[in-house]
């Protein structure tokens, strides 16, 4: 029998043996109830789906996160590979090092968090826009009363919103802490743990968006949504979406990495759907903290709403330091979670 083949040359319908991590474990029921699972492993050669049925899982260990021997041949389903396993037992770092002389790559989880400010070309846009759905009835009543109130109040207010859309606003700041999904250890291997920031240097000085679009590309050009994890609050909804539009705008062909388009997108972790278990529901960063006993990333200076005013005060290092705590509070609830959720 085969063995220690590199994934991408794995043949088909012939039996041979890996040595793998398995990232994540996902349980399933076929139609007549029995159980199977559907796994992601990885090695230094690339990833691959495996498939465990029941009889199969039927008195043996059972499969978790970590260093794995399987044995079984690669088959194709619904136009995807994957690798059918007939056999399987733990192995140690010792031997993945042995026959693939390397340590394994460990899954990553990237925790992201953006801000972001109005177009200076937008403001032009706000009155008319604002006349032209009072004239149409599309202004809601208590905005109505806030624009014939002070108009020119409503119209600074609905500026700074622009922020929140990219086809009014921009990226001025991302941070991302890159560093190892909870509940994933192997004894004797360490992973390294690291914070980055685009769009304002450490010194407070301020980059093109452009330019900072794609240093964080360049960063997540290793990302694998097959094992890594992106992690966020409504990450799903704003920050990524916001990010590759704003690369569109700006001329940066880029292939988005992960697909929004999922009901469960895979290879995200969004901590506002977590805290619903899934669900659609809202709710701020900043109360899920305050419930966790997490501390917040806001000050009475510094808080997200204030970015606009900091950004004109020349306080760009405020915003950047403000924007990295955002992430440290997000990962500190992303492992709270992991670790309550999943016990």
């Not at 009889?55 to 260093?67: F, N």
């Not at 770092?93 to 400010?117: H, K, V």
């Not at 070309?121 to 008319?128: E, L, N, S």
């Not at 360490?190 to 093109?208: M, R």
Request: proline share 5%; aromatic share 10%; glycine share 8%.
């Amino acid at each position: 029998m085969k063995g220690n083949i590199p994934i991408p040359e794995l043949p088909f319908a012939e039996e041979v043996w890996l040595m793998v991590a398995v990232t994540s474990v996902r349980e399933r029921r076929t139609k007549d109830g029995k159980p199977f699972r559907e796994i992601n492993a990885r090695n230094s050669t690339g990833t691959l789906p495996l498939k465990v049925w029941s009889d199969v899982l039927e008195g043996r260990e059972e499969l978790r996160p970590g260093l794995w021997g399987v044995t079984g041949k690669l088959e194709s389903f619904q136009d995807r590979n994957q690798f059918v396993v007939s056999e399987y037992r733990p192995i140690t770092i010792e031997q993945y090092r042995e026959y693939l002389g390397c340590d394994p790559l460990l899954p990553r989880a990237f925790t992201l968090d953006i801000e972001t400010l109005a177009l200076p070309g937008f403001r032009d846009r706000v009155g008319p826009k604002l006349e032209k759905e009072l004239k149409l009835g599309f202004m809601r009543i208590e905005q109505q009363q806030r624009y014939l109130e002070d108009i020119a109040a409503e119209e600074e207010r609905v500026y700074q919103l622009g922020s929140l859309n990219a086809t009014s606003g921009r990226v001025l700041s991302i941070a991302v802490h890159i560093g190892p999904v909870p509940g994933f250890e192997i004894e004797g291997l360490t992973s390294n743990q690291s914070e980055h920031a685009f769009g304002i240097d450490e010194d407070g000085n301020e980059q093109e968006e452009a330019q900072a679009l794609k240093d964080f590309l360049a960063l997540m050009s290793d990302f694998d949504p097959e094992c890594d994890l992106l992690v966020g609050h409504n990450v799903v909804n704003f920050d990524l979406p916001f990010i590759f539009q704003r690369c569109l705008a700006n001329n940066i062909a880029v292939k988005p990495f992960i697909d929004l388009s999922e009901f469960r997108v895979q290879g995200v972790y969004d901590t506002m759907r977590g805290w619903w278990l899934g669900g659609r529901n809202r709710v701020a960063l900043d109360d899920i903290a305050w419930a966790l006993g997490i501390e917040s990333s806001k000050t009475g200076e510094v808080e997200g709403s204030k970015v606009f005013e900091l950004y004109q005060a020349g306080k760009l290092a405020e915003i950047r330091e403000y924007n990295l705590n955002d992430v440290r509070v997000t990962r500190k609830v992303y492992e709270r979670m992991i670790a309550g959720f999943n016990a």
